[in-house]
Protein backbone atom coordinates (compact mmCIF):
# COMPACT_ATOMS: atom_id res chain seq x y z
CA UNK A 1 0.00 0.00 0.00
CA UNK A 2 2.92 2.51 0.55
CA UNK A 3 4.67 1.42 -2.09
CA UNK A 4 1.49 2.02 -4.29
CA UNK A 5 0.60 5.18 -2.69
CA UNK A 6 4.75 6.56 -3.20
CA UNK A 7 4.84 5.59 -6.40
CA UNK A 8 1.47 7.67 -6.94
CA UNK A 9 2.61 10.45 -5.02
CA UNK A 10 5.95 10.68 -7.52
CA UNK A 11 4.06 9.93 -10.77
CA UNK A 12 1.77 12.99 -9.74
CA UNK A 13 4.31 15.55 -8.96
CA UNK A 14 6.48 14.62 -12.25
CA UNK A 15 2.72 15.75 -14.02
CA UNK A 16 2.40 18.50 -11.55
CA UNK A 17 5.65 20.11 -12.11
CA UNK A 18 6.46 19.03 -15.67
CA UNK A 19 2.80 19.74 -17.50
CA UNK A 20 0.01 20.99 -15.32
CA UNK A 21 2.15 23.79 -13.64
CA UNK A 22 3.50 25.51 -16.47
CA UNK A 23 0.11 24.67 -18.95
CA UNK A 24 -2.78 25.43 -16.60
CA UNK A 25 -0.67 28.15 -14.41
CA UNK A 26 -0.44 31.75 -15.90
CA UNK A 27 2.07 34.36 -15.12
CA UNK A 28 2.41 37.89 -16.23
CA UNK A 29 5.85 38.41 -18.27
CA UNK A 30 6.84 41.10 -16.27
CA UNK A 31 7.40 39.00 -13.32
CA UNK A 32 11.42 39.85 -12.08
CA UNK A 33 11.69 37.17 -8.94
CA UNK A 34 10.74 33.95 -9.09
CA UNK A 35 9.69 33.59 -5.26
CA UNK A 36 6.77 36.54 -6.43
CA UNK A 37 5.69 34.53 -9.63
CA UNK A 38 2.43 32.21 -9.12
CA UNK A 39 4.48 29.39 -10.71
CA UNK A 40 6.31 29.41 -7.39
CA UNK A 41 4.34 28.03 -4.92
CA UNK A 42 2.85 25.17 -6.95
CA UNK A 43 6.31 24.21 -8.26
CA UNK A 44 7.76 24.15 -4.53
CA UNK A 45 4.48 21.84 -3.51
CA UNK A 46 5.29 19.53 -6.52
CA UNK A 47 8.57 19.06 -5.63
CA UNK A 48 7.60 18.57 -1.99
CA UNK A 49 4.46 16.14 -3.28
CA UNK A 50 7.76 14.02 -5.14
CA UNK A 51 10.12 14.32 -2.14
CA UNK A 52 7.20 12.91 0.29
CA UNK A 53 6.64 10.17 -2.31
CA UNK A 54 10.06 9.07 -2.53
CA UNK A 55 10.09 8.75 1.18
CA UNK A 56 6.90 6.68 1.04
CA UNK A 57 7.69 4.44 -1.75
CA UNK A 58 11.07 4.11 -0.22
CA UNK A 59 9.50 2.67 3.33
CA UNK A 60 7.12 0.86 1.34
CA UNK A 61 9.78 -1.23 -0.60
CA UNK A 62 11.79 -1.55 2.75
CA UNK A 63 9.16 -3.65 3.86
CA UNK A 64 7.75 -0.49 6.64
CA UNK A 65 6.51 -2.94 9.37
CA UNK A 66 3.70 -0.39 10.84
CA UNK A 67 1.86 -0.45 7.06
CA UNK A 68 -1.80 -0.34 7.96
CA UNK A 69 -4.48 -2.99 6.96
CA UNK A 70 -7.89 -2.39 5.78
CA UNK A 71 -9.91 -4.46 7.61
CA UNK A 72 -11.73 -6.90 4.75
CA UNK A 73 -15.59 -7.11 4.06
CA UNK A 74 -17.20 -10.54 3.03
CA UNK A 75 -18.57 -9.80 -0.28
CA UNK A 76 -15.33 -7.27 -1.73
CA UNK A 77 -16.98 -8.44 -5.03
CA UNK A 78 -20.42 -6.68 -4.20
CA UNK A 79 -19.44 -4.14 -2.64
CA UNK A 80 -17.45 -2.84 -5.47
CA UNK A 81 -20.20 -3.16 -7.65
CA UNK A 82 -21.89 -1.19 -5.05
CA UNK A 83 -19.50 1.94 -5.36
CA UNK A 84 -20.13 1.67 -8.96
CA UNK A 85 -23.33 2.31 -8.27
CA UNK A 86 -23.33 4.96 -5.76
CA UNK A 87 -21.04 6.32 -8.25
CA UNK A 88 -23.69 6.36 -10.84
CA UNK A 89 -26.24 7.68 -8.51
CA UNK A 90 -23.93 10.61 -7.99
CA UNK A 91 -23.85 11.58 -11.56
CA UNK A 92 -27.48 11.34 -12.22
CA UNK A 93 -27.98 13.78 -9.32
CA UNK A 94 -25.79 16.52 -10.29
CA UNK A 95 -26.86 15.91 -13.40
CA UNK A 96 -30.69 15.86 -12.89
CA UNK A 97 -30.82 18.47 -10.06
CA UNK A 98 -31.47 21.61 -12.79
CA UNK A 99 -33.95 19.43 -14.54
CA UNK A 100 -35.85 17.96 -12.36
CA UNK A 101 -35.54 20.30 -9.34
CA UNK A 102 -33.19 19.31 -6.25
CA UNK A 103 -36.71 18.08 -3.80
CA UNK A 104 -37.54 15.60 -6.38
CA UNK A 105 -33.84 14.60 -7.48
CA UNK A 106 -33.07 13.91 -3.68
CA UNK A 107 -36.41 12.22 -3.09
CA UNK A 108 -35.10 9.18 -5.76
CA UNK A 109 -31.70 9.85 -4.52
CA UNK A 110 -32.59 8.83 -0.77
CA UNK A 111 -34.48 6.07 -2.24
CA UNK A 112 -31.95 4.72 -4.42
CA UNK A 113 -29.42 4.75 -1.85
CA UNK A 114 -31.65 3.55 0.80
CA UNK A 115 -32.28 0.70 -1.84
CA UNK A 116 -28.59 0.45 -2.51
CA UNK A 117 -28.07 -0.99 0.27
CA UNK A 118 -30.71 -2.85 1.04
CA UNK A 119 -32.30 -1.29 3.72
CA UNK A 120 -34.71 -3.68 6.35
CA UNK A 121 -37.08 -0.75 6.86
CA UNK A 122 -38.45 -0.13 3.36
CA UNK A 123 -41.70 1.62 4.41
CA UNK A 124 -39.43 3.99 6.76
CA UNK A 125 -37.25 4.70 3.83
CA UNK A 126 -40.11 5.89 1.63
CA UNK A 127 -41.45 8.15 4.15
CA UNK A 128 -37.74 9.65 5.19
CA UNK A 129 -37.20 10.02 1.28
CA UNK A 130 -40.64 11.93 0.92
CA UNK A 131 -40.01 13.67 4.45
CA UNK A 132 -36.74 14.74 4.74
CA UNK A 133 -35.92 16.75 1.33
CA UNK A 134 -39.49 18.50 2.43
CA UNK A 135 -38.83 19.63 5.18
CA UNK A 136 -35.54 20.68 4.25
CA UNK A 137 -37.11 22.91 1.11
CA UNK A 138 -39.26 24.62 3.80
CA UNK A 139 -36.34 25.32 6.09
CA UNK A 140 -33.53 26.18 2.99
CA UNK A 141 -36.40 28.01 1.10
CA UNK A 142 -38.66 29.76 3.26
CA UNK A 143 -36.45 30.77 6.02
CA UNK A 144 -33.29 30.64 5.38
CA UNK A 145 -34.03 32.45 1.28
CA UNK A 146 -32.28 29.98 -0.62
CA UNK A 147 -33.48 29.91 -4.14
CA UNK A 148 -33.67 25.71 -4.12
CA UNK A 149 -33.75 24.90 -8.36
CA UNK A 150 -37.11 23.81 -8.47
CA UNK A 151 -36.99 22.10 -12.12
CA UNK A 152 -38.85 22.13 -15.09
CA UNK A 153 -41.36 20.03 -14.25
CA UNK A 154 -43.30 20.10 -11.22
CA UNK A 155 -42.70 23.15 -8.82
CA UNK A 156 -42.97 24.07 -5.11
CA UNK A 157 -44.62 26.68 -3.17
CA UNK B 1 -12.90 49.67 25.07
CA UNK B 2 -12.46 48.97 29.18
CA UNK B 3 -12.99 45.13 29.93
CA UNK B 4 -16.24 45.96 31.43
CA UNK B 5 -17.50 47.56 28.45
CA UNK B 6 -16.60 44.91 26.23
CA UNK B 7 -18.14 42.61 28.85
CA UNK B 8 -21.08 44.26 28.66
CA UNK B 9 -21.09 44.62 24.74
CA UNK B 10 -20.88 40.64 24.81
CA UNK B 11 -23.64 40.71 27.16
CA UNK B 12 -25.53 42.72 24.98
CA UNK B 13 -25.13 40.08 22.19
CA UNK B 14 -26.09 37.13 23.98
CA UNK B 15 -27.98 38.32 26.73
CA UNK B 16 -31.70 37.42 24.79
CA UNK B 17 -33.67 33.81 24.43
CA UNK B 18 -32.44 33.24 20.97
CA UNK B 19 -28.72 33.06 21.44
CA UNK B 20 -29.75 31.00 24.90
CA UNK B 21 -31.89 28.66 22.22
CA UNK B 22 -29.37 28.70 19.90
CA UNK B 23 -26.42 26.99 22.05
CA UNK B 24 -28.97 24.72 23.87
CA UNK B 25 -30.26 23.38 20.04
CA UNK B 26 -26.72 22.94 19.55
CA UNK B 27 -25.57 20.76 22.57
CA UNK B 28 -28.82 18.50 21.65
CA UNK B 29 -27.84 18.13 18.42
CA UNK B 30 -24.18 17.17 19.52
CA UNK B 31 -25.36 15.21 21.98
CA UNK B 32 -27.40 13.33 19.67
CA UNK B 33 -24.92 13.25 16.80
CA UNK B 34 -22.10 12.34 18.94
CA UNK B 35 -23.82 9.62 20.36
CA UNK B 36 -24.77 8.19 16.80
CA UNK B 37 -21.75 5.94 16.06
CA UNK B 38 -20.94 7.03 12.52
CA UNK B 39 -22.01 10.75 12.88
CA UNK B 40 -19.01 11.89 14.57
CA UNK B 41 -18.72 15.15 16.78
CA UNK B 42 -16.78 16.53 13.45
CA UNK B 43 -19.64 15.22 11.07
CA UNK B 44 -22.29 16.80 13.24
CA UNK B 45 -20.98 20.06 13.25
CA UNK B 46 -20.17 20.24 9.26
CA UNK B 47 -23.80 19.07 8.74
CA UNK B 48 -24.92 22.03 11.47
CA UNK B 49 -22.95 24.67 9.90
CA UNK B 50 -25.10 25.26 6.33
CA UNK B 51 -28.57 25.49 8.93
CA UNK B 52 -26.60 28.45 10.84
CA UNK B 53 -26.47 30.74 7.66
CA UNK B 54 -29.83 32.80 8.10
CA UNK B 55 -28.61 33.49 11.78
CA UNK B 56 -26.94 36.54 13.39
CA UNK B 57 -23.28 35.56 13.68
CA UNK B 58 -22.73 35.34 17.28
CA UNK B 59 -25.85 32.99 17.51
CA UNK B 60 -24.88 31.06 14.82
CA UNK B 61 -21.19 30.58 16.08
CA UNK B 62 -22.83 29.54 19.31
CA UNK B 63 -24.79 27.03 17.90
CA UNK B 64 -21.85 25.29 15.78
CA UNK B 65 -19.89 25.71 19.54
CA UNK B 66 -22.61 24.23 21.61
CA UNK B 67 -22.48 21.23 18.90
CA UNK B 68 -18.77 20.57 19.51
CA UNK B 69 -19.48 20.71 23.26
CA UNK B 70 -22.29 18.09 23.01
CA UNK B 71 -20.33 15.82 20.10
CA UNK B 72 -17.85 15.36 22.64
CA UNK B 73 -19.63 14.00 25.33
CA UNK B 74 -22.39 12.72 23.49
CA UNK B 75 -19.49 9.99 22.10
CA UNK B 76 -18.91 9.10 25.44
CA UNK B 77 -22.78 7.22 25.69
CA UNK B 78 -22.30 4.51 22.73
CA UNK B 79 -18.44 4.09 24.24
CA UNK B 80 -20.16 2.82 27.39
CA UNK B 81 -22.78 1.41 26.31
CA UNK B 82 -22.14 -0.22 23.32
CA UNK B 83 -18.07 -0.22 23.55
CA UNK B 84 -18.33 1.89 19.74
CA UNK B 85 -17.29 5.68 20.62
CA UNK B 86 -19.37 8.14 19.04
CA UNK B 87 -16.61 9.46 18.13
CA UNK B 88 -12.78 9.42 18.50
CA UNK B 89 -11.79 11.21 21.30
CA UNK B 90 -14.10 8.75 23.67
CA UNK B 91 -11.86 5.97 22.74
CA UNK B 92 -10.42 5.84 25.96
CA UNK B 93 -13.77 5.99 27.74
CA UNK B 94 -14.67 2.66 26.44
CA UNK B 95 -11.31 1.04 28.47
CA UNK B 96 -13.41 1.72 31.91
CA UNK B 97 -16.83 2.48 30.84
CA UNK B 98 -17.99 -0.89 29.29
CA UNK B 99 -17.21 -2.69 31.83
CA UNK B 100 -19.21 -1.11 33.98
CA UNK B 101 -21.53 -1.51 31.97
CA UNK B 102 -20.92 -5.19 31.81
CA UNK B 103 -21.64 -5.48 35.14
CA UNK B 104 -24.80 -3.43 35.06
CA UNK B 105 -23.50 0.41 36.11
CA UNK B 106 -23.76 1.92 33.52
CA UNK B 107 -25.97 4.51 34.48
CA UNK B 108 -23.08 5.27 37.05
CA UNK B 109 -20.35 5.49 34.36
CA UNK B 110 -22.43 7.61 32.34
CA UNK B 111 -23.30 9.83 35.08
CA UNK B 112 -19.33 10.85 36.08
CA UNK B 113 -19.21 10.98 32.44
CA UNK B 114 -21.30 13.70 32.23
CA UNK B 115 -19.87 15.46 35.62
CA UNK B 116 -16.41 14.94 34.45
CA UNK B 117 -17.14 16.46 31.11
CA UNK B 118 -18.87 19.30 32.34
CA UNK B 119 -15.98 20.60 35.02
CA UNK B 120 -13.28 19.84 32.29
CA UNK B 121 -15.20 21.63 30.26
CA UNK B 122 -15.41 24.96 32.44
CA UNK B 123 -11.66 24.71 32.99
CA UNK B 124 -11.37 24.65 29.41
CA UNK B 125 -13.38 27.85 28.84
CA UNK B 126 -11.79 29.11 31.50
CA UNK B 127 -8.87 28.87 29.85
CA UNK B 128 -9.47 29.95 27.28
CA UNK B 129 -11.30 33.32 28.49
CA UNK B 130 -7.63 34.18 30.53
CA UNK B 131 -5.09 33.06 27.62
CA UNK B 132 -6.92 33.93 24.04
CA UNK B 133 -6.74 37.86 25.23
CA UNK B 134 -3.31 37.62 26.20
CA UNK B 135 -2.05 35.88 23.33
CA UNK B 136 -3.57 37.66 20.73
CA UNK B 137 -2.40 41.20 22.03
CA UNK B 138 1.24 39.37 22.03
CA UNK B 139 0.26 38.66 18.18
CA UNK B 140 -0.72 41.89 17.56
CA UNK B 141 3.11 42.66 16.48
CA UNK B 142 2.99 39.97 14.32
CA UNK B 143 3.91 40.61 10.83
CA UNK B 144 3.65 38.44 7.69
CA UNK B 145 7.32 36.80 8.31
CA UNK B 146 6.15 35.78 11.91
CA UNK B 147 2.40 34.86 10.71
CA UNK B 148 4.15 32.04 7.80
CA UNK B 149 6.23 30.87 10.67
CA UNK B 150 3.12 30.32 12.71
CA UNK B 151 1.42 28.82 9.97
CA UNK B 152 4.37 26.35 8.92
CA UNK B 153 4.67 24.99 12.66
CA UNK B 154 0.99 24.41 13.13
CA UNK B 155 0.95 22.48 9.36
CA UNK B 156 3.99 20.43 10.51
CA UNK B 157 2.63 19.29 13.83
CA UNK B 158 -0.65 18.79 12.40
CA UNK B 159 0.70 16.62 9.78
CA UNK B 160 2.83 14.98 12.09
CA UNK B 161 0.55 13.77 14.46
CA UNK B 162 -3.03 13.64 13.07
CA UNK B 163 -2.32 10.14 11.74
CA UNK B 164 -0.25 6.86 11.57
CA UNK B 165 2.89 8.22 9.71
CA UNK B 166 4.39 11.62 9.05
CA UNK B 167 4.59 10.79 5.75
CA UNK B 168 1.47 10.27 4.89
CA UNK B 169 0.07 13.20 7.08
CA UNK B 170 2.67 15.08 5.19
CA UNK B 171 1.34 13.97 1.67
CA UNK B 172 -2.29 14.77 3.21
CA UNK B 173 -1.23 18.48 4.07
CA UNK B 174 0.34 18.97 0.70
CA UNK B 175 -2.64 17.47 -1.30
CA UNK B 176 -4.35 20.36 0.70
CA UNK B 177 -1.98 22.92 -0.29
CA UNK B 178 -2.62 21.94 -3.72
CA UNK B 179 -6.10 21.98 -4.03
CA UNK B 180 -5.79 25.69 -2.30
CA UNK B 181 -3.92 26.93 -5.03
CA UNK B 182 -6.98 26.68 -7.31
CA UNK B 183 -8.63 30.09 -8.23
CA UNK B 184 -7.11 33.18 -9.06
CA UNK B 185 -3.52 34.21 -7.88
CA UNK B 186 -3.23 36.25 -4.85
CA UNK B 187 -1.01 39.14 -6.28
CA UNK B 188 -1.41 39.34 -9.73
CA UNK B 189 -4.43 38.02 -10.44
CA UNK B 190 -4.06 35.38 -12.72
CA UNK B 191 -5.53 31.75 -13.46
CA UNK B 192 -4.12 28.82 -11.65
CA UNK B 193 -5.49 25.66 -12.39
CA UNK B 194 -8.79 27.55 -13.46
CA UNK B 195 -9.20 25.55 -17.02
CA UNK B 196 -10.83 28.74 -17.67
CA UNK B 197 -14.05 27.78 -15.78
CA UNK B 198 -15.51 30.74 -13.79
CA UNK B 199 -16.71 28.18 -11.14
CA UNK B 200 -13.35 27.84 -10.14
CA UNK B 201 -11.83 31.31 -10.27
CA UNK B 202 -12.74 32.26 -6.68
CA UNK B 203 -11.18 28.41 -5.38
CA UNK B 204 -12.92 25.46 -4.57
CA UNK B 205 -15.64 26.25 -1.94
CA UNK B 206 -14.64 25.42 1.81
CA UNK B 207 -17.68 23.91 3.01
CA UNK B 208 -18.33 21.96 -0.17
CA UNK B 209 -14.79 20.28 0.43
CA UNK B 210 -15.19 19.98 4.06
CA UNK B 211 -18.46 18.43 3.79
CA UNK B 212 -17.45 15.98 1.07
CA UNK B 213 -13.89 15.12 2.83
CA UNK B 214 -16.15 14.15 6.30
CA UNK B 215 -19.21 13.59 5.78
CA UNK B 216 -19.66 11.65 2.33
CA UNK B 217 -16.66 9.29 3.03
CA UNK B 218 -19.31 7.98 5.65
CA UNK B 219 -21.81 7.22 3.58
CA UNK B 220 -19.42 5.33 1.01
CA UNK B 221 -18.08 3.54 3.41
CA UNK B 222 -21.67 2.48 4.66
CA UNK B 223 -22.18 2.10 0.87
CA UNK B 224 -19.26 -0.34 0.59
CA UNK B 225 -20.09 -2.39 4.05
CA UNK B 226 -24.00 -1.80 4.69
CA UNK B 227 -23.79 -4.26 7.59
CA UNK B 228 -20.18 -2.56 9.44
CA UNK B 229 -21.35 -1.83 12.75
CA UNK B 230 -23.92 -3.80 14.46
CA UNK B 231 -23.73 -3.59 18.75
CA UNK B 232 -25.45 -4.54 21.55
CA UNK B 233 -26.92 -1.54 23.59
CA UNK B 234 -26.53 -2.65 27.93
CA UNK B 235 -28.84 -1.34 29.64
CA UNK B 236 -28.24 1.69 32.45
CA UNK B 237 -28.99 -0.40 35.27
CA UNK B 238 -30.07 1.11 38.85
CA UNK B 239 -26.96 2.50 40.28
CA UNK B 240 -26.08 6.39 39.71
CA UNK B 241 -23.35 8.59 40.40
CA UNK B 242 -22.86 9.81 43.94
CA UNK B 243 -21.20 12.96 45.31
CA UNK B 244 -18.74 11.23 47.02
CA UNK B 245 -17.59 9.53 44.25
CA UNK B 246 -17.22 12.54 42.10
CA UNK B 247 -15.22 14.10 45.39
CA UNK B 248 -13.12 10.80 45.21
CA UNK B 249 -12.37 11.55 41.05
CA UNK B 250 -11.60 15.20 41.35
CA UNK B 251 -8.28 15.47 41.32
CA UNK B 252 -8.28 12.78 38.34
CA UNK B 253 -10.77 15.32 36.57
CA UNK B 254 -8.73 18.03 37.58
CA UNK B 255 -5.78 16.83 36.19
CA UNK B 256 -7.46 15.73 32.96
CA UNK B 257 -8.79 19.16 32.39
CA UNK B 258 -5.75 20.66 32.35
CA UNK B 259 -3.43 18.51 30.19
CA UNK B 260 -6.65 18.35 28.36
CA UNK B 261 -6.21 22.33 28.07
CA UNK B 262 -2.33 21.88 27.07
CA UNK B 263 -3.03 20.10 24.55
CA UNK B 264 -6.19 21.33 23.39
CA UNK B 265 -4.31 24.51 22.67
CA UNK B 266 -1.26 23.13 20.79
CA UNK B 267 -2.54 22.83 17.03
CA UNK B 268 -2.93 19.57 15.77
CA UNK B 269 -3.22 16.93 18.77
CA UNK B 270 -6.49 16.80 19.69
CA UNK B 271 -8.82 15.52 21.96
CA UNK B 272 -8.25 11.31 21.57
CA UNK B 273 -4.36 11.56 23.11
CA UNK B 274 -5.50 14.07 25.51
CA UNK B 275 -8.08 11.73 26.46
CA UNK B 276 -5.38 8.74 26.63
CA UNK B 277 -2.75 10.69 28.60
CA UNK B 278 -5.30 11.92 31.22
CA UNK B 279 -6.18 7.99 31.48
CA UNK B 280 -2.65 6.72 31.92
CA UNK B 281 -2.25 9.88 34.69
CA UNK B 282 -4.78 8.93 36.65
CA UNK B 283 -3.55 5.18 36.51
CA UNK B 284 -0.27 5.68 37.53
CA UNK B 285 -1.65 7.97 40.10
CA UNK B 286 -4.69 6.32 41.75
CA UNK B 287 -4.66 3.97 45.06
CA UNK B 288 -6.88 1.88 42.76
CA UNK B 289 -4.74 1.54 39.88
CA UNK B 290 -5.57 -2.25 39.75
CA UNK B 291 -8.65 -1.76 38.97
CA UNK B 292 -8.02 -0.03 35.64
CA UNK B 293 -9.18 -1.47 32.53
CA UNK B 294 -11.77 -3.61 34.60
CA UNK B 295 -14.32 -0.88 35.35
CA UNK B 296 -12.89 1.73 37.54
CA UNK B 297 -15.23 4.93 37.58
CA UNK B 298 -11.89 6.67 38.03
CA UNK B 299 -10.82 5.95 34.93
CA UNK B 300 -13.92 7.28 33.35
CA UNK B 301 -13.44 10.45 35.13
CA UNK B 302 -10.23 11.08 33.96
CA UNK B 303 -10.66 9.76 30.43
CA UNK B 304 -13.66 12.36 29.78
CA UNK B 305 -11.84 15.29 31.41
CA UNK B 306 -8.74 14.62 28.99
CA UNK B 307 -11.09 15.14 25.82
CA UNK B 308 -13.47 17.50 27.05
CA UNK B 309 -10.44 19.35 28.33
CA UNK B 310 -9.86 20.30 24.80
CA UNK B 311 -12.93 21.84 23.88
CA UNK B 312 -12.39 24.97 25.16
CA UNK B 313 -8.74 25.24 24.56
CA UNK B 314 -8.85 24.48 20.67
CA UNK B 315 -10.49 27.99 20.61
CA UNK B 316 -7.70 29.79 22.16
CA UNK B 317 -5.46 29.64 18.33
CA UNK B 318 -8.71 29.76 16.46
CA UNK B 319 -9.74 33.15 18.22
CA UNK B 320 -5.84 34.52 19.26
CA UNK B 321 -4.08 33.52 15.88
CA UNK B 322 -6.76 32.50 13.38
CA UNK B 323 -4.91 29.20 13.90
CA UNK B 324 -7.44 26.35 14.00
CA UNK B 325 -6.21 23.78 15.96
CA UNK B 326 -8.76 20.40 14.78
CA UNK B 327 -10.66 19.70 12.30
CA UNK B 328 -13.80 21.03 14.17
CA UNK B 329 -11.97 24.33 14.83
CA UNK B 330 -11.91 24.00 11.28
CA UNK B 331 -15.41 23.78 10.38
CA UNK B 332 -15.75 26.45 12.97
CA UNK B 333 -13.77 28.91 11.13
CA UNK B 334 -15.85 28.46 8.33
CA UNK B 335 -18.75 29.91 10.09
CA UNK B 336 -16.66 32.81 10.82
CA UNK B 337 -16.16 33.41 7.19
CA UNK B 338 -19.45 33.07 6.53
CA UNK B 339 -20.46 35.17 8.38
CA UNK B 340 -17.97 37.69 7.18
CA UNK B 341 -15.46 37.55 10.64
CA UNK B 342 -11.85 36.93 10.67
CA UNK B 343 -10.51 35.00 13.56
CA UNK B 344 -7.39 36.11 14.36
CA UNK B 345 -5.57 39.02 16.76
CA UNK B 346 -7.92 41.95 14.66
CA UNK B 347 -10.85 40.29 16.07
CA UNK B 348 -10.11 41.05 19.66
CA UNK B 349 -10.13 44.73 18.42
CA UNK B 350 -12.48 44.85 15.57
CA UNK B 351 -15.10 42.87 17.28
CA UNK B 352 -14.66 42.42 21.01
CA UNK B 353 -18.25 41.87 21.67
CA UNK B 354 -18.75 38.91 19.74
CA UNK B 355 -15.52 37.90 21.00
CA UNK B 356 -17.10 38.25 24.89
CA UNK B 357 -20.39 37.11 23.85
CA UNK B 358 -18.43 33.98 22.96
CA UNK B 359 -17.28 33.35 26.64
CA UNK B 360 -20.31 34.30 27.88
CA UNK B 361 -21.79 31.60 26.06
CA UNK B 362 -19.41 29.28 26.54
CA UNK B 363 -19.78 29.47 30.11
CA UNK B 364 -23.07 29.04 30.04
CA UNK B 365 -22.55 25.83 27.54
CA UNK B 366 -21.12 24.07 30.76
CA UNK B 367 -24.41 23.95 32.80
CA UNK B 368 -26.64 23.26 29.69
CA UNK B 369 -24.47 20.75 28.81
CA UNK B 370 -25.42 19.32 32.21
CA UNK B 371 -29.44 19.43 31.86
CA UNK B 372 -28.86 18.32 28.17
CA UNK B 373 -26.20 15.47 29.15
CA UNK B 374 -28.31 13.73 31.65
CA UNK B 375 -31.27 13.51 29.56
CA UNK B 376 -29.70 12.18 26.88
CA UNK B 377 -28.06 9.35 28.82
CA UNK B 378 -31.79 8.06 30.07
CA UNK B 379 -33.27 8.93 26.02
CA UNK B 380 -30.32 7.06 24.86
CA UNK B 381 -32.21 3.50 23.20
CA UNK B 382 -33.95 5.27 20.85
CA UNK B 383 -30.94 7.06 19.19
CA UNK B 384 -29.30 4.00 19.40
CA UNK B 385 -31.93 2.39 16.96
CA UNK B 386 -31.96 4.77 14.19
CA UNK B 387 -31.17 1.86 11.58
CA UNK B 388 -27.79 3.26 9.90
CA UNK B 389 -29.19 2.28 6.21
CA UNK B 390 -31.85 4.98 6.23
CA UNK B 391 -29.65 7.45 8.14
CA UNK B 392 -26.96 7.79 5.64
CA UNK B 393 -29.33 8.61 3.01
CA UNK B 394 -30.82 11.47 4.90
CA UNK B 395 -26.83 12.73 5.82
CA UNK B 396 -26.53 12.28 2.01
CA UNK B 397 -29.73 14.83 1.05
CA UNK B 398 -28.68 16.92 4.20
CA UNK B 399 -25.11 17.47 2.45
CA UNK B 400 -26.85 17.82 -0.99
CA UNK B 401 -28.54 20.85 0.25
CA UNK B 402 -26.40 22.01 2.95
CA UNK B 403 -23.72 22.50 0.11
CA UNK B 404 -25.56 24.42 -2.42
CA UNK B 405 -27.03 27.06 0.13
CA UNK B 406 -23.36 28.18 0.81
CA UNK B 407 -23.77 30.13 -2.97
CA UNK B 408 -26.40 28.62 -4.50
CA UNK B 409 -24.06 26.73 -6.62
CA UNK B 410 -24.53 23.17 -8.11
CA UNK B 411 -21.64 23.13 -9.15
CA UNK B 412 -20.24 23.21 -5.07
CA UNK B 413 -22.73 19.85 -5.16
CA UNK B 414 -20.23 18.49 -8.07
CA UNK B 415 -16.99 19.51 -6.05
CA UNK B 416 -18.41 18.05 -2.76
CA UNK B 417 -19.23 14.48 -4.06
CA UNK B 418 -15.32 14.75 -6.03
CA UNK B 419 -14.07 15.30 -2.27
CA UNK B 420 -16.37 12.61 -1.06
CA UNK B 421 -14.04 10.04 -2.85
CA UNK B 422 -10.80 12.15 -2.57
CA UNK B 423 -11.93 11.24 1.01
CA UNK B 424 -13.26 8.03 0.72
CA UNK B 425 -9.72 6.76 -0.86
CA UNK B 426 -7.54 8.86 1.75
CA UNK B 427 -9.31 6.67 3.84
CA UNK B 428 -8.36 3.57 2.18
CA UNK B 429 -5.27 4.32 2.35
CA UNK B 430 -4.66 5.64 5.70
CA UNK B 431 -4.05 9.45 4.84
CA UNK B 432 -5.56 11.50 7.60
CA UNK B 433 -8.34 14.15 6.50
CA UNK B 434 -7.03 16.43 8.86
CA UNK B 435 -4.14 18.12 7.45
CA UNK B 436 -5.93 17.98 4.22
CA UNK B 437 -8.41 19.90 5.29
CA UNK B 438 -6.37 22.29 7.39
CA UNK B 439 -4.03 23.06 5.10
CA UNK B 440 -6.72 23.68 2.47
CA UNK B 441 -7.79 26.13 4.80
CA UNK B 442 -4.09 27.92 5.82
CA UNK B 443 -3.11 27.64 2.28
CA UNK B 444 -4.13 30.83 0.69
CA UNK B 445 -2.77 32.35 4.56
CA UNK B 446 0.33 30.49 3.92
CA UNK B 447 1.18 31.54 0.49
CA UNK B 448 -0.17 34.68 1.35
CA UNK B 449 2.41 36.06 4.37
CA UNK B 450 5.18 33.89 2.30
CA UNK B 451 4.68 36.26 -0.67
CA UNK B 452 4.08 39.60 1.34
CA UNK B 453 7.02 38.99 3.04
CA UNK B 454 9.02 38.69 -0.19
CA UNK B 455 7.51 41.74 -1.54
CA UNK B 456 8.74 43.50 1.74
CA UNK B 457 12.21 42.13 1.07
CA UNK B 458 12.48 42.25 -2.22
CA UNK B 459 13.03 38.89 -2.31
CA UNK B 460 15.46 37.88 0.16
CA UNK B 461 14.73 35.01 2.25
CA UNK B 462 16.81 36.41 5.30
CA UNK B 463 13.55 38.10 6.44
CA UNK B 464 11.96 34.68 7.20
CA UNK B 465 14.31 34.52 10.28
CA UNK B 466 13.93 38.90 10.74
CA UNK B 467 13.51 38.34 15.02
CA UNK B 468 12.86 36.40 18.04
CA UNK B 469 9.13 35.35 16.93
CA UNK B 470 10.17 33.96 14.10
CA UNK B 471 13.20 32.18 15.22
CA UNK B 472 11.25 30.81 18.17
CA UNK B 473 8.55 28.91 15.54
CA UNK B 474 11.14 28.17 13.23
CA UNK B 475 12.94 26.07 15.93
CA UNK B 476 9.43 24.68 17.28
CA UNK B 477 8.90 23.68 13.70
CA UNK B 478 12.77 21.61 13.44
CA UNK B 479 12.20 20.42 17.09
CA UNK B 480 8.81 18.71 16.14
CA UNK B 481 10.14 17.39 12.84
CA UNK B 482 12.65 15.53 14.63
CA UNK B 483 10.76 14.42 17.24
CA UNK B 484 7.86 12.93 15.14
CA UNK B 485 10.27 11.60 13.21
CA UNK B 486 12.30 10.01 15.82
CA UNK B 487 9.03 8.70 17.82
CA UNK B 488 8.39 7.50 14.00
CA UNK B 489 11.07 5.42 13.66
CA UNK B 490 11.38 3.98 16.65
CA UNK B 491 7.50 2.56 16.76
CA UNK B 492 8.57 1.29 13.24
CA UNK B 493 11.31 -0.26 15.36
CA UNK B 494 9.69 -1.88 17.97
CA UNK B 495 7.01 -3.06 15.19
CA UNK B 496 9.88 -4.75 13.24
Known amino acids: ?157 | MSLYDSVMAGLALVGNLEAFLSLAIGIVIGVVGGAIPGISATMAVALALPFTFPMAPINGILLLLGVYKGGIFGGSIPAILIKTPGTPASSATILDGHPMAERGEAGRALGMALWASCTADFVSNLALIFFAGFLASFALSFGPPEFFALILFSLTIIAGVSGESLLRGALSALLGLLLATIGLDLVYGTNRFTFGDPNLMGGLNFIAVLIGLFAIPEVINMVWHPTGHVGKVQKLGSKWVTFAEYKRCFRSIIRGSFIGVFLGSIPGIGAAPAAFLSYSEARRKSPNKANFGKGEIEGVAASEAGNNGVAGATLIPLLALGVPGDVITAIIIGAFMVHGLQPGPMMFVLNVDIIYGLFIGLILSSGILFIVGGLAIRGFRPVADIPKRILMPMVLVLCIYGVFAVNNNIFDVGVMFAMGWVGFVMGRYHIPAAPFLIAFILGPLLEDNFRQSMLMSGGSPDILLRGPITWFFWTLTVISIVAITRGTLRADRAGG
Request: with cysteine; charged share 10%; hydrophobic share 55%.
Open chain 1, 1 to 157: MQLRLGIGAILAAIFLVTYATPNWVSTPSNVRNIVLSPLFWPYILGGLTGLIGLGLALSGWRGDPGEPVNDPIPDPGAGAARLVGFAALMAVTFWAMPHLGMVWTSMLAFLALAFLVKTRHPAAAVICAVAVPLILYAFFAHVASVAIPQGELVRLP
